[in-house]
């Protein structure tokens, strides 16, 4: 009896890691472009906007966009165009994840109330990159036209 449950065990584990060989060896195939779009598919862009009695929230992730106007609304939801898509991805290829945290924000008016506080995000596989506070509306420079393709695909889903 014990011995039918080890060989039904190993078996079981034989099996699984197979898969997992198998699907590893699966993306070593993959040329270079089909990489970058299975890496930029998984990438969830977010956008948020806030102040005391102003909230914006977009989400962009695998073609779809989502668009939160309120802390406790539902969300908007649409597709992005194709050429949007493009666009983004192009614009994604030039931000450099790693030191989003170091972008300097242009202007300070979020501190006297002149701009909603906002923040510029990128989640890649459970890990987040993401900017300091900047003023909404004023975009570190390294970032000003993803942000500005960001609020044009949003205003499509209003």
């Known amino acids: 009896m014990m011995q039918t449950f080890f060989s039904i065990l190993i078996l079981v584990i034989t099996f699984t890691s197979c898969k ?11 040329t270079p472009e089909e990489t970058m779009k299975q890496s930029q598919e998984m990438i969830t862009i ?5 102040s005391r009695g102003y909230f914006n929230k ?5 073609g779809e966009v ?5 802390r406790d609304a539902k969300p908007k939801q649409g597709l992005i165009a194709p050429e949007d898509k ?16 170091l972008l ?9 109330d002149g701009a909603p506080i906002a923040k510029f995000r990128l989640v ?6 993401e900017t300091r506070d900047f003023d909404g509306g004023y975009p570190p420079k390294e970032i000003e036209q993803i942000v500005n393709k960001i609020l044009e695909i949003a205003a499509k889903v209003k």
């Open 124 to 129: 890649e596989n459970e890990e987040i990159f």
């Open 66 to 70: 989502q668009v939160i106007e309120a």
């Open 20 to 30: 997992c060989q198998k699907s590893i060896t699966d993306n070593e195939n993959l």
């Open 86 to 101: 493009v666009q983004l991805e192009d614009l994604l290829l030039n931000i450099d994840k790693i030191n989003l945290k």
């Open 104 to 112: 300097k924000d242009p202007t300070q008016k979020r501190f006297y």
């Open 46 to 50: 977010e956008y948020e906007e806030t």
């Open 58 to 62: 977009i989400i962009i992730s695998n």
